[in-house]
């Protein structure tokens, strides 16, 4: 095994770079790279992992060819131990040598980066259809361009985000980028130009209520069912972070139980404390089950979770409108702001880049505390 390759067993690779190995190694022939990179884009498309379930399903109507090529595949990335992998698509940036060299230095994602180098260019691209120079006015007028255009306000703010943070880098970088005292001035004029306002009753799921989500885990009897679903209702995890999750996810540090999670987008676990009463049912699913290491569930795709879900929601007669498994992961973001948690903690303990998307989450029970606030006292 290489080198390079072998430091991510037991870990995620970056699909280009696995699909490297693998055409240059013995067991390639002909187009089986060709084929293996479908394969894996079928996996991340569907959030499965590289196992023979994934595989069965990506060959169901294909030439014999297929199979014989991702059989190959499989045993090579079984050999190094790689069982799931990234989108590590190197694209070409377009914009000038001070956006380069931000998209360059920005520690960021290969998928962050598109997004931002979309951003930032439309801005340019903007100012030069007005022949006008960046200022807060002009920042202000692309904002409504895009207000015009029906660009969504999440989509918009998700643009300024990317446009402050390049902002921010020529401010850091302003004697390396040779930039003017009067375009520091115009920079930090344009840093204050604050977010849309959204409305985020729009996008809100369902939730449940804190002694909803005590009725449901009392009712589930199987020990990892009642795992899968305190995951979600208590710490908040998508279903494709279930999938991922492992037995040494779970981490002790200083005296605190933590877990590592591997978010949406993302290319390293994220610590998040662990919940008291979360870790109590993990503790009572690791006892019930023969071999507790390598995956917690074994799960090949999000499908499992949301037939779980489901049912022990039918069997709690919780089972409504809207109500799902993402409704659990908006139903801890409630319970946290109900109990007094700020925003920005909560922000942390979901993952969220913006305080936009954790708003999402959060609407709800702000609209409640403002109805039921008093201004007189």
């Not at 990179?37 to 996996?43: C, G, M, P």
């Not at 279903?239 to 591997?262: A, N, P, Y």
């Not at 908006?330 to 936009?356: N, W, Y």
Request: contains cysteine; proline residues 2%; glycine residues 4%.
């Amino acid at each position: 095994m290489s080198k390079a390759l072998s430091k991510h067993a037991n870990n995620r690779v970056g699909l280009y770079q696995l699909i490297d190995y693998f055409e240059k190694s013995p067991v390639s022939k002909g187009n089986y790279a060709r084929i293996a990179k479908q394969y894996l884009r079928f996996t991340l498309d569907n959030a499965l992992l590289i196992n023979q379930f994934s595989i069965d399903k990506f060959v169901e109507n294909r030439s014999p060819v297929y199979r014989t090529a991702c059989k190959k595949f499989l045993e090579f990335s079984q050999n190094r131990q790689v069982s799931e992998v990234y989108d590590d698509t190197r694209p070409s940036y377009k914009g000038n040598h001070i956006v380069l060299a931000f998209l360059g230095d920005a520690q960021l994602g290969e998928s962050s980066k598109e997004t931002y180098a979309k951003a930032i260019n439309e801005y340019h691209k903007f100012l030069d259809s007005k022949d006008r120079g960046a200022s807060r006015q002009s920042l202000l007028l692309f904002i409504d361009k895009l207000k015009k255009e029906d660009v969504s306000p999440h989509t918009i703010n998700n643009y300024l985000s990317a446009i402050r943070r390049y902002l921010s880098y020529c401010i850091e970088k302003k004697d390396r980028l040779g930039i003017t005292n009067d375009e520091l001035e115009q920079i930090e004029d344009m840093l204050s130009v604050k977010n849309l306002k959204i409305d985020g009753t729009k996008f809100q799921k369902e939730s449940l209520t804190e002694e909803e989500r005590a009725h449901l885990i009392d009712c589930i009897e199987n020990p990892r069912d009642k795992a899968v679903i305190a995951l979600m209702a208590y710490q908040g995890l998508r279903s494709v972070e279930l999938v991922r999750l492992r037995w040494q996810d779970i981490k002790e540090h200083k005296g605190k139980t933590f877990l590592t999670v591997l978010g949406k987008g993302r290319n390293e676990r994220e610590w998040i404390p662990m919940l008291p009463a979360c870790h109590k049912i993990l503790i009572a699913y690791q006892v019930s089950i023969t071999r507790p290491e390598g995956d917690m569930f074994g799960f090949n795709d999000t499908s499992t979770i949301r037939k779980i879900t489901n049912k022990w929601l039918e069997v709690a007669g919780l089972k409504r409108e809207g109500v799902s498994a993402h409704s659990l992961r908006h139903t801890a973001a409630q319970i946290l702001m109900q109990k007094g948690v700020p925003k920005a903690m909560i922000q942390r303990f979901l993952r969220h880049k913006s305080e936009s998307t954790t708003s999402i989450y959060t609407a709800r029970q702000e609209d409640m505390d403002f109805l039921n606030f008093d201004f007189e006292n």
